[in-house]
């Protein structure tokens, strides 16, 4: 700012001595001498107190920024305490994910435990063929009665769409814990006054999780209904069995 001052000043002289060039060839050499003393003294006085005032101001706004906006101090602290939570908590995580946590130990069991752990969505075609495997597909039509084929056929329909659901969850996780990480590290490096898009980046993510949380449990809600009204089926049935048993019952009293 003061470099900057000074060559305006030194400029200004110099225009003002090309513009008096032509009265001060009629005047003498201490006329000249008091006329440039003048202007310098006019410009250190007048316009180079309004130039000291700018900087003055330009230093206090440097100053609310740094020490009540955006304090320096606080923000260096807040990185440092980023960093160290993500330095105590990531080797514990990483553990944590690292924990083999498959259980079946036969061929069968294990290829759809596999499928549904590996949190691939691009292996959802390959589940229904494996619960039919492990869990049998349905009776041919002469082994089992239509309504018991029908609650097998949905029952098993509600079972392979919520264990596809939960494998798209598992994605879905993984991917926000990503998002959640690179956020943490812009934290940890951000510039002041970038916190605004930080925030911003954390809410999409917090909405997609949400949207994820509430899709989970209307598959949980879904595989509820279907087991209540599984469980009325099997009470329509009893009731029907015992109109039946009645009605046999009456037409025994009946008879001659």
């Given at each position: 700012?003061?470099?900057?001052?000074g060559?305006?000043?030194?400029?200004i002289?110099?225009?003002?001595?090309?513009?008096?060039?032509?009265?001060a060839?009629?005047?003498g050499?201490?006329d000249?001498?008091?006329?440039?003393?003048?202007?310098?003294?006019?410009?250190?006085?007048?316009?180079?107190?309004?130039?000291?005032?700018i900087?003055?101001?330009?230093?206090?706004?440097?100053?609310?920024?740094?020490?009540?906006?955006?304090?320096?101090t606080?923000?260096?602290?807040a990185k440092?305490?980023?960093?160290?939570?993500?330095?105590?908590?990531s080797?514990?995580?990483?553990?944590?994910?690292?924990?083999e946590i498959?259980?079946?130990?036969?061929?069968?069991?294990?290829?759809?435990?596999?499928?549904?752990?590996?949190?691939?969505?691009?292996?959802?075609?390959?589940?229904?063929?494996?619960?039919d495997?492990?869990?049998?597909?349905l009776p041919?039509p002469?082994d089992?009665?239509?309504?018991d084929?029908n609650?097998?056929?949905a029952?098993?329909?509600?079972?392979v769409g919520?264990?596809?659901?939960?494998?798209?969850s598992?994605?879905?996780?993984?991917?926000m814990?990503?998002?959640a990480?690179?956020?943490?590290?812009?934290v940890?490096?951000?510039?002041?006054?970038?916190?605004?898009m930080?925030t911003a980046?954390?809410?999409?993510?917090?909405?997609?999780?949400?949207?994820?949380?509430?899709r989970?449990?209307?598959a949980?809600?879904?595989?509820?209904?279907?087991?209540?009204?599984h469980?009325?089926?099997l009470?329509?049935?009893?009731a029907?069995?015992t109109?039946?048993?009645?009605?046999h019952?009456?037409?025994?009293?009946?008879?001659p």
């Amino acid at each position: 700012m003061k470099s900057l001052s000074g060559k305006r000043i030194v400029a200004i002289v110099v225009v003002c001595s090309m513009l008096l060039i032509p009265a001060a060839a009629n005047a003498g050499l201490a006329d000249i001498i008091t006329l440039i003393t003048t202007i310098t003294s006019t410009l250190e006085n007048s316009i180079g107190t309004v130039l000291g005032g700018i900087q003055m101001l330009n230093t206090t706004v440097h100053n609310f920024r740094q020490q009540v906006l955006f304090p320096v101090t606080l923000i260096n602290q807040a990185k440092a305490f980023v960093g160290q939570v993500r330095a105590q908590f990531s080797t514990l995580a990483g553990q944590i994910h690292a924990i083999e946590i498959s259980s079946a130990t036969l061929v069968t069991p294990q290829q759809l435990e596999s499928l549904l752990r590996h949190g691939q969505s691009g292996g959802l075609a390959q589940i229904k063929p494996a619960f039919d495997k492990l869990y049998t597909p349905l009776p041919l039509p002469s082994d089992a009665p239509p309504g018991d084929r029908n609650l097998m056929d949905a029952d098993d329909a509600m079972a392979v769409g919520s264990l596809k659901t939960a494998v798209i969850s598992d994605q879905a996780t993984a991917q926000m814990l990503g998002v959640a990480d690179g956020i943490e590290q812009q934290v940890a490096t951000a510039a002041p006054g970038s916190a605004p898009m930080l925030t911003a980046q954390a809410q999409v993510a917090n909405l997609q999780n949400q949207a994820m949380l509430q899709r989970m449990l209307a598959a949980e809600l879904r595989q509820e209904a279907t087991r209540l009204a599984h469980s009325n089926t099997l009470r329509k049935r009893s009731a029907e069995a015992t109109r039946q048993l009645r009605d046999h019952m009456q037409q025994i009293l009946t008879r001659p």
